[in-house]
Structures are given as structure tokens and as C-alpha cells.
């Protein structure tokens, strides 16, 4: 028994076994989702501490509730932290999650009805930059763009031709599933040309930017929005940056525009990550993160398989399955049997429908994190081709066969790269 899990296994057994359960699994597969991660130990202390007795509504110095001594001063480390790994003018470290986060920049800019633009869900943008289904497509008109047909990439005389013609208010910047580098200055150029406030959603790439292996948008978008999850790796909360000049209108936003108190030990862990991030060893992480990913790319080319845009230069892949004969959904699923955990995911211009869409996602900051190189990402693209290979063939006993071989040959790998945070 794990001793962190002793009181809960005698309070609660059944989540107490899920959460060993889920422990295990963390473990024992090969965890490819690019928005997820391992973090530290002191992260998860930290988020499993009392704090979470606290309510904190306000901010430092300006608290709507008394016994504010040590959360004021935790909550003023991790916003230093945060402008001093950035490079950033103000920082707000309340955002719940991303989506909220995005939303307050709505709130504290926007009235209902004005034009907001970003890149369309299924090229590779988010819900919350427009998409038709999101609060921000809903209450905000929103005109969306893409990426070419050809090159899989952002085309900006398209872009800017678009600002030009719906002159909108907030240009989004970022996405979920973009698998190169982003042009900040680009956009920033086509944001002053229409008098638009830039916005960098960098949830994804934070850590990559902090570690010096991706450009900042600071100096370019006015506003930057991230999760301090994912390659930050931290816990699952989010932060605001912004310059002097709209920093009292995000704060406003945050609280009370959306939420009411913070949740301090989520605050006190993002301060955890943050330091951790400052530390010399995380660029060497943020450099690896990439050269896997490259690794894994290459070799997933070479294999044949069809990757949108043709490769990557951060943590990401996407990669369109037409060519294979299978579809993304199955595949994903064959490959978590496999012990290779990834998500299905539309791609650009993607016929099929969302939730059964063409492609798989794939990352490497998890298993970075475990200290993983090159020579397992040539492994990893080896197992993935024979998992999608047995299952294009279509025989069940074939694919169980090979799902349960690999699965086996998963756990011997990850024996050798213990989880970090994980007693397993």
C-alpha cells in the first residue's frame, strides 16, 4: 500500500483503489497525449495540502475574507515567478483552467456581439477561440481561419485578408493540435494593422517557451493566456499575462467578473512548477521534448505515415490516418490495448465527422518527462505502425494478438523509466 494513500484506503477504499488503479496505469503505458504530463512530487504535495481549507477572494492585500497572511505571500511568489519567467509586465495565477482563462479576456475586452478571431476547431485551433458550440462563438461573432490545403500550414496573406474584411477585435493566436512553430511577430503585424489586441493562447507550448525552444510572444500579443499543466508541467490550473495596460481590466475579469476564490493550493503548486522551471535542467527538458518529437516524426515518415503539415517543430504531432485505411477513433483505442495511450483528432479539412475523425494526436512531453530519448521514439513509431498495420488488415485474433504482445513489451519498457510522482 502506498503509505500517501493509508488514510484514504481506510476512509474510502473504492476511490483509494481507483487511485492506485489509475497510479498503475500512468505507470505502465506510454502516454502520448500531448496535453498531458507527469509532475513532480512537490507539485503534488503541494496540491494536497491545507490550502485547500481557504477561501482567498480578492487578491493580495485586498482580501474579502480574514486569515490572508500566508496566502497573500504565496500567492504573490507565484505571480513573481511568473513575470520573471516570462519576462512579462503582470501576471494573474486564479484562472481555474484555460477555458475560463480565455473567457475573462472576453469579458474584461469585449461586449456581446463584437468579432473576435481565431483559428477554426478543426484546423487546430480551441472551443474558446470562437468555435461555433463554445460561449465564444455563441455570444461574440466569430469569423474563423485555417490552414492550406498544401502545406498543412497558416497562410498569413489569408489571415490578414480576413482582418482586413470582419475587423475584429481580439485576434486569437495558438491552438490545440498545431504541430509548428508559431509566427507571433505575423500576427502581431496583422493585429496593428486592424487595431485588434493579440492574444497568445501558448496552453500548449508554455514550457517550451519557457525553456527557450519555442519564440515568445511576449513584446508581440498585448495578452497571454495559459494552462500551467501540459509541457509547463504543473498542475492543472492557468495564468493570465498581460501588459501594464490591461492588467487591471484581466484582474477585474478573473475576479469578480467569472470566479470567486482562487483555489490556493492549486496556486501554491503552480508556484512549484514555476520555480521548477527556472531551474537550468528544464531547458534541457524543453530542448528534449523537441528532438523526441522530431525523432518521432521522422520516424513515423519513414514508416508512411501521413503527418499534417509534415512534421513538427515543438511537441506535437497530428497525423492523418486515410492513407493507412483505418480511421482515428479505432486506431486510438487499438493503441491504448497496446499500451500506447494517444487521442483521436480531426484534421484539416477532415471529411469525417469530430467524434469519428481521421487522425490520431500525438506528444512527447510525458515521455520526456520519464527521461525517454530518440531511441524509444523509433521504438514507439515501430509499435504504432504494427498496431494501425494489424488492424487495416482487419482479423480481431490478428489485432488482439499484436495488442497484447505490445502491451506486454510497453510495461518492460516503462519499467525502466520509473513515473515520476508515482510510487507504482
Given at each position: 500500500m502506498n503509505?500517501?494513500?493509508?488514510t484514504l484506503s481506510?476512509?474510502?477504499?473504492d476511490i483509494a483503489e481507483?487511485v492506485?488503479?489509475?497510479?498503475?496505469?500512468?505507470?505502465?503505458?506510454?502516454r502520448?497525449i500531448p496535453?498531458?504530463n507527469?509532475?513532480?512530487?512537490a507539485v503534488?504535495?503541494a496540491?494536497?495540502?491545507?490550502?485547500t481549507?481557504k477561501?482567498?477572494e480578492?487578491?493580495p492585500?485586498?482580501?474579502?475574507y480574514?486569515g490572508?497572511?500566508?496566502?497573500?505571500?504565496i500567492?504573490?511568489?507565484?505571480?513573481?515567478r511568473?513575470?520573471?519567467?516570462?519576462g512579462v509586465?503582470?501576471?494573474?495565477?486564479?484562472?481555474?483552467?484555460g477555458s475560463p482563462?480565455?473567457l475573462?479576456?472576453?469579458l474584461?475586452?469585449?461586449?456581446?456581439g463584437?468579432?473576435?478571431m481565431g483559428?477554426?476547431?478543426?484546423m487546430?485551433?480551441?472551443?474558446?477561440?470562437?468555435?461555433?458550440v463554445?460561449a465564444t462563438?455563441?455570444?461574440f461573432r466569430?469569423?474563423?481561419?485555417g490552414v492550406?490545403?498544401?502545406?498543412g500550414?497558416i497562410?498569413f496573406d489569408e489571415v490578414?485578408d480576413?482582418?482586413r474584411?470582419?475587423?475584429?477585435?481580439?485576434?486569437f493566436?495558438?491552438g490545440t493540435?498545431?504541430?509548428r512553430?508559431?509566427d507571433f511577430?505575423a500576427?502581431a503585424?496583422?493585429?496593428?494593422?486592424?487595431?485588434?489586441?493579440?492574444?497568445?493562447?501558448i496552453?500548449?507550448?508554455?514550457?517550451?517557451?519557457a525553456?527557450?525552444?519555442?519564440p515568445?510572444p511576449v513584446g508581440?500579443?498585448e495578452?497571454?493566456s495559459?494552462t500551467?499543466?501540459?509541457?509547463l508541467?504543473?498542475?492543472?490550473?492557468?495564468?493570465?499575462?498581460?501588459?501594464a495596460?490591461?492588467?487591471?481590466?484581466?484582474?477585474?475579469a478573473?475576479f469578480p467578473?467569472?470566479?470567486g476564490?482562487?483555489?490556493?493550493h492549486?496556486?501554491?503548486a503552480?508556484a512549484v512548477?514555476?520555480r521548477e522551471a527556472?531551474?537550468?535542467e528544464f531547458?534541457e527538458?524543453a530542448?528534449?521534448?523537441?528532438?523526441?518529437?522530431?525523432a518521432?516524426?521522422?520516424?513515423l515518415?519513414a514508416r508512411?505515415f501521413?503527418?499534417?503539415?509534415?512534421?513538427?517543430?515543438?511537441h506535437l504531432?497530428?497525423v492523418d490516418?486515410?492513407?493507412?485505411?483505418v480511421a482515428g477513433k479505432p486506431?486510438?483505442k487499438?493503441?491504448?490495448?497496446?499500451?500506447l495511450?494517444v487521442?483521436?483528432?480531426t484534421v484539416?479539412?477532415?471529411p469525417r465527422?469530430?467524434f469519428d475523425?481521421?487522425?490520431i494526436?500525438?506528444?512527447t512531453?510525458?515521455?520526456?518527462?520519464?527521461?525517454?530519448?530518440p531511441a524509444e521514439m523509433?521504438?514507439?513509431?515501430a509499435?504504432?505502425?504494427?498496431?494501425?498495420?494489424a488492424?487495416a488488415?482487419?482479423?480481431e485474433?490478428t489485432?488482439a494478438?499484436?495488442?497484447?504482445?505490445?502491451?506486454g513489451?510497453v510495461?518492460?519498457?516503462?519499467?525502466r523509466?520509473p513515473a515520476?510522482g508515482?510510487?507504482?
Amino acid at each position: 500500500m502506498n503509505p500517501h494513500l493509508a488514510t484514504l484506503s481506510s476512509v474510502d477504499p473504492d476511490i483509494a483503489e481507483l487511485v492506485r488503479s489509475e497510479e498503475r496505469r500512468q505507470s505502465e503505458k506510454i502516454r502520448l497525449i500531448p496535453s498531458e504530463n507527469y509532475v513532480s512530487r512537490a507539485v503534488l504535495e503541494a496540491t494536497g495540502t491545507v490550502l485547500t481549507n481557504k477561501y482567498s477572494e480578492g487578491y493580495p492585500g485586498r482580501r474579502y475574507y480574514e486569515g490572508q497572511q500566508f496566502i497573500d505571500q504565496i500567492e504573490t511568489i507565484a505571480v513573481e515567478r511568473a513575470k520573471q519567467l516570462f519576462g512579462v509586465d503582470h501576471a494573474n495565477v486564479q484562472p481555474y483552467s484555460g477555458s475560463p482563462a480565455n473567457l475573462a479576456i472576453y469579458l474584461a475586452l469585449l461586449s456581446p456581439g463584437d468579432t473576435v478571431m481565431g483559428m477554426a476547431l478543426p484546423m487546430g485551433g480551441h472551443l474558446t477561440h470562437g468555435w461555433s458550440v463554445s460561449a465564444t462563438g455563441i455570444w461574440f461573432r466569430s469569423v474563423q481561419y485555417g490552414v492550406r490545403r498544401d502545406t498543412g500550414r497558416i497562410d498569413f496573406d489569408e489571415v490578414r485578408d480576413l482582418a482586413r474584411k470582419e475587423r475584429p477585435k481580439l485576434i486569437f493566436a495558438g491552438g490545440t493540435a498545431i504541430p509548428r512553430i508559431i509566427d507571433f511577430a505575423a500576427f502581431a503585424e496583422i493585429a496593428r494593422e486592424v487595431d485588434a489586441v493579440l492574444v497568445a493562447d501558448i496552453a500548449h507550448i508554455a514550457g517550451l517557451v519557457a525553456g527557450g525552444v519555442h519564440p515568445t510572444p511576449v513584446g508581440h500579443a498585448e495578452i497571454i493566456s495559459t494552462t500551467t499543466h501540459k509541457t509547463l508541467r504543473g498542475p492543472r490550473g492557468a495564468m493570465l499575462m498581460c501588459d501594464a495596460k490591461h492588467a487591471k481590466a484581466l484582474d477585474k475579469a478573473v475576479f469578480p467578473g467569472l470566479q470567486g476564490g482562487p483555489h490556493n493550493h492549486t496556486t501554491a503548486a503552480i508556484a512549484v512548477a514555476l520555480r521548477e522551471a527556472m531551474q537550468p535542467e528544464f531547458r534541457e527538458y524543453a530542448r528534449q521534448i523537441v528532438a523526441n518529437a522530431a525523432a518521432l516524426a521522422d520516424e513515423l515518415l519513414a514508416r508512411g505515415f501521413d503527418l499534417v503539415s509534415g512534421g513538427t517543430d515543438n511537441h506535437l504531432i497530428l497525423v492523418d490516418l486515410t492513407s493507412k485505411g483505418v480511421a482515428g477513433k479505432p486506431a486510438a483505442k487499438a493503441l491504448d490495448r497496446a499500451g500506447l495511450e494517444v487521442n483521436y483528432n480531426t484534421v484539416p479539412y477532415d471529411p469525417r465527422k469530430p467524434f469519428d475523425p481521421s487522425g490520431i494526436r500525438l506528444g512527447t512531453p510525458a515521455v520526456t518527462t520519464r527521461g525517454m530519448g530518440p531511441a524509444e521514439m523509433r521504438q514507439i513509431a515501430a509499435w504504432i505502425d504494427e498496431v494501425v498495420s494489424a488492424l487495416a488488415k482487419g482479423d480481431e485474433d490478428t489485432c488482439a494478438a499484436t495488442e497484447q504482445r505490445i502491451a506486454g513489451e510497453v510495461r518492460e519498457l516503462t519499467s525502466r523509466f520509473p513515473a515520476p510522482g508515482i510510487d507504482a
